[in-house]
């Protein structure tokens, strides 16, 4: 898996994350002040391995760690569909103070 992989699925899952959080910002209380997020994927064993080798980087150094697993978020189709676009002239915009 290469660094850039590791990125993509990475900031996938902490979308995810902050989704949850969203809905339930109590959960924000049981992390520790100064704490590292570790996200462990159950479906990616790759990813969930080298996840957890920030987990115990990050214990060696006594730094806190909360540790989430989730399974990898399926991808999005999105439903934005352009219809028409059209060229306008800044002059025509009628944009308000």
Do not use: C
Not at 1 to 27: C, S
Not at 63 to 76: A, D, E, L, R, S
């Amino acid at each position: 898996m290469t660094k850039d992989e590791i990125i993509k699925k990475n900031l996938d899952l902490h979308a995810e994350w902050m989704k949850y959080v969203f809905e339930h910002p109590d959960v924000l209380d049981r992390i520790p002040k100064g704490a590292v997020l570790v996200i462990l994927p159950e479906d990616d064993k790759d990813l969930y391995n080298k996840n957890y080798r920030v987990l115990e980087e990050n214990k060696k150094k006594g730094i806190p760690v909360f540790v989430v697993t989730m399974k990898m978020p399926k991808p999005q189709i999105s439903n934005i569909e352009i219809i028409a676009a059209v060229k306008m002239r800044p002059q025509n915009l009628n944009l308000r103070d």
